[in-house]
Nanobody, 116 residues
Framework: QVQLVESGGRLVQAGGSLRLSCAASGRALSVNDAMAWFRQAPGNEREFVARIVWPSGTNYADSVKGRFTISRDTAKNTVYLQMNDLKPEDTAVYYC?????????WGQGTQVTVSS
């Protein structure tokens, strides 16, 4: 089993920046194990934000390209999401995701609120 715990969400003004962290425990995830961020705004379905896996690298939703950056520190078993130039439409609960041995794991989410 893999446990994922997100942190870093808070209220921020439009144009600001945040860095979310997701710490994995239970198993040591390698660069071959995909990790990703999704988000869900009130009344909306959960949507993909960014993913990182070797050897594919990283990919992003069009809505965040150029503003968000996903990275990982395998030594710390942690994935990050650096979010710049935040917009009110980025307001959502952000969820961490990991794919490990054909199983999907999710964190509990962290709230990001962007005020205009």
């Amino acid at each position: 089993q893999v446990q994922l715990v997100e942190s870093g969400g808070r209220l921020v003004q439009a144009g600001g920046s945040l860095r979310l962290s997701c710490a994995a425990s239970g198993r040591a995830l390698s660069v071959n194990d995909a990790m990703a961020w999704f988000r869900q705004a009130p009344g909306n379905e959960r949507e993909f934000v960014a993913r990182i896996v070797w050897p594919s690298g990283t990919n992003y939703a069009d809505s965040v390209k150029g503003r968000f950056t996903i990275s990982r520190d395998t030594a710390k078993n942690t994935v990050y999401l650096q979010m710049n130039d935040l917009k009110p439409e980025d307001t959502a609960v952000y969820y961490c995701y990991a794919r490990y041995r054909s199983n999907d794991f999710w964190g509990q989410g962290t709230q990001v609120t962007v005020s205009s």
